[in-house]
């Protein structure tokens, strides 16, 4: 198993352009979620996932919009990149509620100049 | 603000000695995780407290969760480099008129330091 894997894991925008960060795991799980770590900040969630078909947004969702395409894979977009969304991007997933382990993926490192 | 605050933020030691971390909040959870990350990876879940006045042992590093389910702790006896990384605590966030279903909020860190 691969557990959550990520791409890319470096990227390099500019002010105002597009991407879309992709994650998927392969452990069945029904939970899926987008944070962002900044220095001194911890982790802060995006976005998250309860089940396929489901979205809702997290502690700092503007700027960004997700898509859970199926059970597996939960993307991440960014429409027109500002510099103040630099930051290490990280899928997790979880099988069930709020207690249950959540998995992490190794990151995206995101730099807007 | 943080909603969980933990203290210290950097923590450097000689291999051998021992050393806590606190996480604190106003707020009361319930149950609180404590997860380790290493560079260039992913957190991992170390352990998961539920109950208050609970006490967690995994080897050499203990954890607790205060009788009134508002601050944990994680002391680590003996230190050796391997220990070495960002260590962050976490609790369910709670929405008024949601759920906590699958959302924590996390502190912000400590970044430990064991020198052989």
């Known amino acids: 198993n691969a557990g959550v894997t990520q791409t890319p894991k470096f990227q390099v925008l500019k002010t105002g352009q597009s991407m879309t960060l992709q994650c998927a795991q392969d452990m069945n799980h029904n939970s899926m979620y987008w944070y962002r770590q900044d220095p001194g900040m911890g982790l802060r969630l995006i976005y998250y996932s309860a089940s396929e078909g489901t979205t809702d947004k997290g502690e700092v969702p503007n700027g960004y919009n997700v898509s859970r395409l199926n059970k597996r894979e939960f993307s991440l977009r960014l429409e027109s990149a500002a510099p103040s969304q630099t930051s290490v991007y990280f899928c997790?997933?979880?099988?069930?509620?709020?207690?249950?382990?959540?998995?992490f993926g190794p990151g995206t490192r995101l730099t807007v100049l | 603000t943080q909603l969980l605050e933990q203290s210290p933020q950097f923590l450097s030691i000689q291999e051998g000695e021992n050393l806590t971390v606190y996480c604190n909040s106003s707020?009361?959870?319930?149950?609180l995780q404590w997860y380790r990350q290493e560079p260039g990876e992913g957190p991992v879940l170390l352990v998961t407290?539920?109950?208050?006045?609970e006490v967690k042992k995994l080897k050499r590093l203990t954890f607790q969760f205060g009788d009134a389910r508002k601050d944990s702790s994680l002391h680590i006896t003996a230190a050796q480099p391997g220990d070495t990384g960002l260590y962050l605590c976490a609790g369910p966030l709670w929405v008024a008129g949601g759920t906590s279903y699958g959302k924590l909020t996390f502190g912000q860190g400590t970044i430990l330091t064991v020198h052989p």
């Open positions: 997790a997933s979880s099988y069930g509620d709020h207690t249950d382990t959540q998995y």
């Open positions: 707020s009361v959870f319930s149950s």
């Open positions: 407290v539920v109950t208050g006045g």
